[in-house]
């Protein structure tokens, strides 16, 4: 049976990690809320599951995922779940766990990033906190882009199995959701990743790497592949943008 994945239809957001896992493993799923009603899918499906009209295992928020009748909430815990079925995970408990961990502290650099255009809070409009918008964007592009990139620039040069991979000796979920992150920062920061980037050499070969893998090229081509905007969490506003 087909995976189904759920995430708002209107942006990539934190659905795209899951969804680049599934992409990349060329496992079935349906994006149920991208899918026509008349097909079961639409938002009213989603919202049926997070209202609990489809029983008493109701995720928080998407993205979600329902294998049969299991449910799985949380881009991270998704993205493992599909990779460790489907050849994208290290093979030994050690490093299998240990991808789980970079994976989560993916999580939290995705959390840091959307905080940038929302310090005050997600219920406020970013222009109702732009100067603090810009005070936040100045201390995440001097400290806290380069510790995270040169976090996954180190394990990439640390790793025993080979420099290509954060972890074990293949492209695993841990991989995909850096990539998925690297070009969201991308977007949302053009100028200092072009600065930042030539720093982390093995960060940018890794990223270039998971582009060439033939399922996720495929899918970089489709319609299926949503482009960034400032509705979802990595958004280009030039005036929190520099070098």
């Not at 005070?135 to 394990?155: D, S």
């Not at 720093?199 to 070969?205: G, H, L, S």
Request: aromatic share 10%; glycine share 8%; hydrophobic share 40%.
């Amino acid at each position: 049976m087909a995976y189904d994945l759920y995430y708002w239809p209107m942006i990539p957001g934190r659905g795209e990690y899951p969804r680049l896992v599934l992409e990349a493993a060329e496992a079935p799923y349906r994006d149920v809320a991208r899918l026509p009603e008349s097909d079961g899918g639409g938002m009213a499906a989603m919202t049926a599951f997070l209202e609990g009209e489809r029983g008493a295992l109701i995720p928080f928020a998407p993205p979600f995922l329902v294998d049969d009748d299991i449910v799985i909430v949380q881009a991270a815990e998704i993205s493992a779940y599909v990779g460790e079925r489907h050849g994208l995970a290290p093979l030994t408990e050690p490093e299998r766990h240990f991808a789980r961990s970079i994976a989560l502290t993916t999580a939290d650099l995705v959390a840091e990033t959307h905080d940038v255009h929302h310090p005050l809070g997600a219920g406020l409009y970013y222009e109702d906190q732009k100067p603090e918008a810009k005070r936040r964007a100045e201390g995440f592009r001097n400290e806290r882009m380069p510790k995270f990139l040169g976090w996954y620039e180190q394990l990439l040069e640390r790793n025993p199995e080979c420099d290509a991979y954060l972890v074990g000796d293949g492209l695993s979920h841990a991989d995909l959701g850096l990539f998925q992150t690297v070009e969201g920062l991308t977007y949302a920061f053009p100028k200092r990743m072009q600065t930042l980037m030539t720093d982390y050499p093995k960060v940018a070969a890794l990223r270039d790497r998971v582009a060439d893998h033939p399922p996720v090229a495929a899918y970089l081509k489709s319609e299926r592949r949503m482009a960034f905007n400032e509705d979802g969490i990595f958004r280009h506003y030039p005036e929190l943008d520099a070098a």
